[in-house]
């Protein structure tokens, strides 16, 4: 059946490619008969081999839905062939704005990508082809691209970003032999940005702490809420608004209440060296509210939003300065949190759901120098064994 995606008027609709995987497409229309009668012309094409080519050729842009509909509701399709052979013929100089579609529908079905980075995607090329209206072929040149990045007012860690969208247009593009040669050789791309991965030994949070003024309540529990950050690896605003109902004291777990999407609310385990800390403040909870401590939050005074985010990014600056840290910030206490995970043994999918993330490509991609291979986790895991036999002998 036909679909509206949300924010959008246009019906979408799917059908079953020669391979098997289920593609959707444009319908091309607002009108929910029309739709339904697109839809499955559509699907009647597709179930046919001797007549792929033209469900190709709506994929691809150079025809479209209700174009396909008329040719198979009126007996056509050997016109609708003849009409393309002869675009293809004389229009070698397409309009590339016809391929964003296409190839959006295309990043779509990549493995490792959302519906938000195929949104960005789009937007960032989007946004090169509004040089020139229309935007030809033969605009995709490598002096045109190499202004094009020279315009973006976008900061240092954006630029490849709309490098790798522009990469991944040229070779949907080239896939479909609509580009012969590679337009971005001889570009001087930006270069990848890498991930930062600043984390913290114990000895220096242990010197952090220490250089935390701990004259108001504020002081003492934004200090305690930093290490927190390190202990869970839990974001600022997600430990801001964490509450004690929100405490599995019997598993030493918390419950985060993500910041981004539904992944991010997920339960994780505080470490070990921490945990005195929670219950430390448990007991000092209890004697202040009672034994009833539904709905207090566990770093009251400090409000969550963005008041209290300022005030511990801000303690955490001037501790940093004052301990002759270099280069430490409060969102680090992630990857303190994963790197020192990891370095244990912990499986990448592990550390995944400990940080809230939807799988591990972040992980691998972030954290790849530290993560334990199989094998040298299970040479781990003998030896403890023998360990535990020999003592208990």
């Known amino acids: 059946?036909?679909?509206?995606?949300?924010?959008?008027?246009?019906?979408?609709?799917?059908?079953?490619?020669?391979?098997?995987?289920r593609r959707r497409i444009s319908?091309?229309?607002?009108?929910?008969?029309s739709a339904a009668d697109f839809e499955r012309a559509l699907r009647q094409v597709a179930e046919r081999p001797e007549w792929y080519d033209l469900i190709e050729a709506v994929e691809q842009g150079e025809a479209s839905v209700p174009e396909l509909y008329r040719a198979w509701s009126g007996s056509e399709i050997p016109a609708l062939r003849s009409k393309l052979a002869e675009r293809r013929a004389n229009h070698r100089d397409v309009q590339l704005d016809n391929y964003l579609t296409p190839w959006a529908q295309w990043c779509a079905r990549q493995r490792d990508m959302t519906?938000?980075?195929?949104?960005?995607?789009?937007?960032?090329?989007?946004?090169?082809?509004?040089?020139?209206?229309?935007?030809?072929?033969?605009?995709?040149?490598?002096?045109?691209?190499q202004d094009w990045f020279g315009s973006l007012t976008v900061g240092p860690t954006s630029l490849p970003r709309y490098?790798?969208?522009?990469?991944?247009?040229?070779?949907?593009?080239?896939e479909r032999g609509v580009l012969a040669d590679d337009p971005l050789e001889g570009v001087a791309m930006p270069a990848a940005h890498t991930a930062r991965t600043r984390h913290a030994s114990l000895d220096e949070l242990a010197t952090l702490y220490t250089a935390i003024p701990k004259d108001t309540e504020r002081q003492r529990k934004g200090a305690?809420?930093?290490l927190f950050c390190h202990a869970s690896g839990a974001e600022v605003n997600a430990a801001l608004s964490l509450c004690w109902d929100d405490v599995n004291t019997e598993k030493r777990e918390v419950f985060l209440r993500g910041t981004k999407n539904q992944y991010r609310q997920r339960w994780a385990r505080v470490a070990d060296w921490y945990w005195p800390t929670?219950?430390?403040?448990?007991?000092?909870?209890?004697?202040?509210?009672g034994p009833n401590l539904a709905g207090r939050r566990v770093f009251h005074p400090l409000k969550p939003?963005?008041?209290?985010?300022?005030?511990?990014?801000?303690?955490?600056?001037?501790?940093?300065?004052?301990?002759?840290i270099q280069d430490l910030h409060v969102h680090d206490g992630r990857h303190t949190f994963a790197v020192r995970l990891l370095k244990a043994g912990a499986p990448a999918e592990?550390?995944?759901?400990?940080?809230?993330?939807?799988?591990?490509?972040?992980?691998?991609?972030?954290?790849?120098?530290?993560?334990?291979?199989?094998?040298e986790r299970d040479t781990w895991e003998r030896k403890a064994q023998e360990l535990q036999r020999q003592g208990a002998a």
């Open 305 to 324: 939003g963005h008041s209290g985010r300022c005030y511990v990014t801000a303690l955490n600056l001037e501790a940093c300065r004052a301990a002759g």
């Open 224 to 226: 305690a809420l930093i």
């Open 163 to 174: 490098a790798a969208a522009l990469r991944s247009f040229v070779k949907f593009l080239r």
């Open 115 to 145: 519906p938000a980075v195929v949104a960005q995607y789009r937007q960032r090329v989007a946004s090169l082809l509004a040089q020139r209206k229309p935007f030809r072929l033969s605009h995709l040149r490598p002096d045109v691209v």
């Open 27 to 33: 319908l091309g229309t607002s009108n929910p008969r």
């Open 1 to 21: 059946m036909p679909y509206l995606q949300r924010g959008r008027k246009t019906w979408w609709g799917s059908f079953y490619a020669l391979d098997g995987s």
């Open 278 to 289: 929670i219950e430390r403040m448990h007991k000092e909870a209890q004697v202040q509210y």
């Open 350 to 375: 592990v550390v995944a759901q400990q940080l809230g993330h939807n799988g591990t490509a972040m992980v691998v991609k972030v954290y790849g120098p530290w993560i334990v291979s199989a094998i």
